[in-house]
C-alpha cells in the first residue's frame, strides 16, 4: 500500500508538471506560424544568438548555486531556523552577485554586440537580455522550492502564469504592434520583473537578518562543478547559434532556432519527468538506500520507452508541421528536427546517469564529462557546419550528447551499480533509431507520408510491447475480449514476462 501510494503521488505530480507546461507549449507552438511570417530567419538568428548570449551569462549569474540549493534542501529544511537561514544566505548572495554582473558588463556591452553581430547597433539588445537574466534566474530560484518541496500543483501554476503573461504581452508588441526582436525582449523582461517581485512577496517569511558564510561557502564548493559543468555544457548545447552565425550567416542560426522551437516540447516532455521523479528518487534513495535501485531500473525502461514515443511522433512528422505551419522560408528547417529527437533521447538517459552521481556527490564527474564532449563540440561544429550548413549544428549536438551520456553512464555505474533491463533499453532504442531514419526516405503526397508515418508509430508502439515487455499468448480476438472485460490481472494470462 505504501508503494503504491508513492506511485500515484508519482505519476499525479508528474501529470500536474506535463498539464501545466504543455498548455503553454501548445500556444507557443500554434504562434510560430504567425511569428514566422512577421519575422525573416535573420530576425530569429539574431533572438537564438541573444539567447545563446544569455544561457552563457547564465552560469556566471547563479556559479552553481541553484544545484547547490537543490541538494541541501533536502538536508535543511526540516529545520526551519537552519533553513531560513541558507534560503536567505543564498538570495542574498545572489542579489548581490548579479548588481555586480550587470554593472561590470554594461561597460562592455558594444564590444559584445560587435563580437556577437559585427555591429554595435544591438548594445541595447544586450542590456536588456543582461537584465533579464539576473531576473529570470533569481525567480526561477523561488519555483524550484516548489518543485523540491513535492509542491507540483503552485510550480505549475507560477510558470503558466509567467509564460502567459509573457505569450500575450509578446503577441500584442510583435504581432498588435509589429515590433519585432524588440518587442519579444521588452516583453520578457516586463514579465521577470514583475514575477520576481511577486514570488519575492510570497516567499517573504523565509527572509531573515542572518546569513551563514560556512553553508555559502560549502554550497559554493559543491556548485562548483555545476558552475563549470553548465559553462562547458553551454558549448555542447547552447553554442550552435553562434557557431552558425559566425561560420555561415544569422539566417542558418535562424533556421535552427525555429526547429529547435519544434524539437523544445521534447525537452519539455522530460523536464516534467524529472521534476517530480529528482526530488522522488532522491527522498528514496536517502530512505530505502539499495533498496531503491530496483526500482530506478523500472523507471528507466518505462522511461526509454515513452521518451522514444514521444521523439518518434515529433520527428517522423517534422516536415508536415513545417509544410502546414511555417512559412516558406523556413522550410528547410525541418532537416533539423529528426537529428534533433536522438538528441532528446539520448539527453532523457542522461539525465538518469547525472541524478545517479548527484546523489553520491560525485561532480566532478559532470565536470569530466562535460568537458570532454566541449571540446569535441568545438571541432564538430567547426567541421559539420562547414560540411553541412542545415544539419551540422545539430548533428554536432547529438554527437557531444552521446559521448557525455556513455562518461556519465560510466561513472555512475561505478559509484552506484544498478542492474538496468539492458535487452529491453537497447532493442526499444534501435527500434526507434531505425523508424526515426525513415522520416528522410519518404517524398510522396501530404496525405499518404502522413499515413504512412501513423503506421510506422502504431507499429512500434505493438513491436516494443509485444515482443519487448512480453510473450503474446492470444488464441482469439474473442478471448483478449473477455481479459478486458474482466478484472485487469487477467490480462497477465496473455503475457509471459521475458525477463
Given amino acids: 500500500m505504501y508503494i503504491m501510494s508513492k506511485k500515484g503521488k508519482l505519476v499525479l505530480n508528474s501529470l500536474i508538471y506535463f498539464v501545466g507546461g504543455l498548455l503553454t507549449k501548445t500556444i507557443s507552438f500554434f504562434l510560430l ?35 547547490a540549493f537543490g541538494r541541501y534542501h533536502f538536508m535543511y529544511v526540516n529545520d526551519k531556523k537552519v533553513y531560513t537561514e541558507y534560503f536567505s544566505t543564498i538570495v542574498y548572495f545572489l542579489c548581490i552577485l548579479s548588481i555586480f554582473n550587470i554593472a561590470f558588463l554594461s561597460i562592455f ?56 503573461s509573457t505569450i500575450l504581452l509578446s503577441i500584442y508588441l510583435v504581432i498588435g504592434l509589429g515590433k519585432g526582436i524588440i518587442g519579444f525582449i521588452f516583453a520578457y523582461v516586463s514579465i521577470d520583473l514583475l514575477y520576481c517581485l511577486i514570488l519575492l512577496w510570497l516567499f517573504r517569511r523565509y527572509f531573515v537578518f542572518r546569513i551563514s558564510v560556512e553553508k555559502l561557502i560549502k554550497s559554493l564548493e559543491y556548485g562548483f562543478a555545476f558552475f563549470l559543468t553548465h559553462l562547458i555544457g553551454w558549448v555542447n548545447t547552447n553554442s550552435s547559434n553562434i557557431f552558425l552565425t559566425k561560420i555561415q550567416s544569422v539566417h542558418y542560426a535562424g533556421l535552427y532556432t525555429v526547429a529547435a522551437s519544434v524539437g523544445s516540447i521534447l525537452g519539455f516532455i522530460t523536464f516534467s519527468i524529472q521534476q517530480v521523479w529528482y526530488p522522488f528518487s532522491m527522498k528514496n534513495l536517502e530512505e530505502r538506500g539499495e533498496g531503491f535501485y530496483d526500482k530506478i531500473a523500472k523507471f528507466q525502461t518505462l522511461y526509454v520507452f515513452f521518451i522514444c514515443i514521444c521523439c518518434l511522433t515529433i520527428g517522423l512528422f517534422s516536415k ?37 552521481l548527484c546523489y553520491v556527490k560525485k561532480t566532478k564527474v559532470l565536470f569530466l564529462s562535460a568537458g570532454i564532449s566541449a571540446c569535441l563540440s568545438v571541432m564538430s561544429n567547426i567541421i559539420l557546419i562547414s560540411l553541412f550548413p542545415i544539419e551540422g549544428s545539430s548533428l554536432s549536438l547529438l554527437f557531444t550528447m552521446l559521448v557525455m551520456t556513455g562518461v556519465n553512464y560510466v561513472y555512475s555505474q561505478k559509484y552506484m551499480k544498478i542492474h538496468y533491463n539492458y535487452r529491453k533499453d537497447i532493442t526499444i532504442g534501435t527500434l526507434f533509431i531505425f523508424a526515426v531514419y525513415l522520416v528522410y526516405l519518404f517524398n510522396y503526397s501530404l496525405l499518404v507520408d502522413i499515413l504512412i508515418k501513423v503506421g510506422i508509430i502504431l507499429s512500434f508502439i505493438i513491436v516494443c510491447i509485444f515482443t519487448v515487455y512480453g510473450k503474446f499468448k492470444l488464441k482469439s480476438i474473442k478471448e483478449l475480449g473477455w481479459a478486458f472485460k474482466s478484472k485487469p490481472s487477467k490480462l497477465k494470462e496473455f503475457f509471459t514476462d521475458t525477463h
Fill in 33 to 67: 506560424p504567425f511569428y514566422t511570417r512577421l519575422l525573416t530567419p535573420e530576425d530569429y538568428g539574431i533572438w537564438g544568438v541573444l539567447l545563446a548570449y544569455q544561457s552563457f551569462l547564465g552560469a556566471f549569474f547563479q556559479l552553481g548555486l541553484h544545484d
Fill in 109 to 164: 556591452t558594444g564590444n559584445i554586440s560587435s563580437f556577437l553581430f559585427k555591429t554595435e547597433k544591438f548594445s541595447s539588445f544586450i542590456i536588456l537580455m543582461t537584465l533579464d537574466l539576473s531576473l529570470s534566474l533569481l525567480a526561477q530560484l523561488f519555483t524550484f522550492i516548489f518543485m523540491w518541496k513535492e509542491k507540483p500543483l503552485h510550480f505549475a501554476m507560477a510558470n503558466l502564469t509567467k509564460a502567459l
Fill in 320 to 356: 508536415e508541421i513545417f509544410i502546414l505551419l511555417m512559412n516558406k522560408k523556413y522550410y528547410e528547417g525541418w532537416k533539423i528536427v529528426p537529428i534533433l529527437t536522438y538528441y532528446f533521447l539520448f539527453a532523457a538517459m542522461n539525465q538518469q546517469f547525472h541524478m545517479k
